[in-house]
């Protein structure tokens, strides 16, 4: 694991930066999911709120501005939500940039408020299979619910750490945060269950009576959910009495379209982001585009007659023979790549070495990969330090090293 540098950018005339010089790793069964992840390290957490963020997620959002929003609704939970992403380009290079188009399992049903800062409802997971079904009396409490399907929970949130204690010290069964404690913390914030003390008999009248008030406090919650002032009713019981059950606040931040939010979990989506970094999320290389709109490392050595196209990449100290042809694809470092080679649409990472007159489209090749003459690969990975043997060609298989 590389240390890491967190700049959160905080409201103010400076940002603050964190270094963090010493990481504590706790190791857990690789079922206990990201609830029980954090049920581990629980008695590490001592701040009032806590940011958890997946390790998966490439974005420019700062974590800071997702904090901020927290802090300033005093939140016991924001959920960051992105656009949903979009495949990668076809086989055809003419529809490059042109079909794309959303990619399945990447949704959520989401109830915003018309403002879109507060979560009243969401559906993820099984759930989106089953028919959605919303109660009428919170639709008539809170007026107007805007229903979204093209946003992406990006797995980034920030929590009040003492209610995310106790429920997961409450709920030993939940062991997805977003599709267990997520859910869950919606739910409670519009329970209807508002608890006071105990009633005095001229008060109480019968049951029914008092069930049909605390109905109305919730109205008046959900129906002040559309300003800054949401559930602050609740802070005030019948007759001014103080209510034993405080709902909370659900929030979410929404980052803007100009922001780049992708979450790496699957070959395709690690295909689409090499491609963004040297395209449209270029700024998240760090490097500068050449004159022929692509970047090749100075260091770099190209043999003769062999092109880079635009939107490519070559790494620090890698090296072609004559006659290639990169198209659309990235290649790592201190990669040796023989003559008469073609790579399109592919990502090359670091320390392979690939043999004369082979050809690489829609492919994966993981470091210390070595493709022998003539291999012929499509819609192929290659694990690292796997070798494929001379004259193969393949289509759509995977290939990895077996463990000893």
């Known amino acids: 694991m590389q240390p890491y540098l967190l700049e959160v950018g905080f409201p103010g005339p400076m940002p603050i930066v964190y270094m963090l010089s010493i990481v504590q790793v706790a190791a857990v069964p690789e079922d206990v999911g990201t609830a029980g992840a954090l049920r581990a390290i629980a008695h590490h957490l001592t701040a009032k709120d806590i940011l958890v963020v997946s390790g998966d997620i490439v974005s420019d959002v700062s974590p800071g501005a997702v904090a901020a929003a927290h802090r300033r609704h005093d939140a016991v939970l924001t959920a960051m939500l992105c656009s949903a992403p979009i495949s990668g380009p076809s086989d055809s290079v003419s529809s490059v940039g042109k079909d794309k188009a959303k990619k399945p399992g990447h949704y959520n049903i989401i109830g915003l408020d018309p403002t879109k800062q507060f979560l009243l ?39 009040k750490r003492s209610v995310l204690q106790e429920v997961l010290d409450q709920k030993d069964t939940f062991q997805s945060l977003k599709c267990d404690v997520l859910p869950y913390l919606v739910r409670r914030q519009l329970n209807s269950e508002v608890l006071y003390g105990a009633p005095q008999p001229e008060e109480n009248g019968n049951e029914k009576a008092s069930s049909h008030n605390n109905q109305l406090v919730i109205s008046q919650i959900l129906a002040n959910s559309s300003t800054p002032s949401f559930h602050e009713l609740n802070a005030l019981g019948r007759n001014g009495s103080t209510p034993v059950q405080r709902t909370h606040k659900c929030c979410v931040y929404i980052a803007g379209n100009s922001k780049y939010c992708v979450r790496l979990n699957s070959i395709q989506a690690f295909s689409d982001i090499n491609r963004d970094v040297i395209g449209d999320a270029s700024h998240l290389s760090g490097y500068s585009f050449s004159a022929q709109n692509n970047i090749i490392h100075p260091s770099a050595e190209l043999g003769s007659k062999t092109t880079v196209g635009p939107h490519c990449m070559l790494g620090e100290g890698s090296q072609m023979g004559d006659k290639c042809s990169v198209k659309r694809s990235v290649i790592g470092r201190h990669c040796r790549i023989g003559s008469n080679v073609k790579v399109v649409n592919s990502v090359v990472m670091n320390h392979v070495t690939i043999g004369d007159g082979c050809s ?12 022998q003459d003539h291999v012929v690969l499509k819609d192929c990975q290659v694990g690292a330090g796997f070798v494929v043997t001379a004259g193969n060609e393949c289509k759509g298989e995977a290939f990895a090293k077996k463990e000893k």
């Not at 299979?129 to 920030?158: P, T």
């Not at 690489?360 to 493709?371: G, K, T």
């Open 360 to 371: 690489v489209q829609n492919s994966v090749i993981c470091s210390n990969a070595q493709l």
């Open 121 to 159: 409802y969401i559906a993820t997971g099984a759930e989106l299979e089953k028919d959605i079904r919303i109660q009428k009396s919170i639709l008539r409490a809170v007026g107007q619910m805007e229903i979204r399907s093209d946003l992406m929970d990006a797995h980034l949130y920030a929590f």
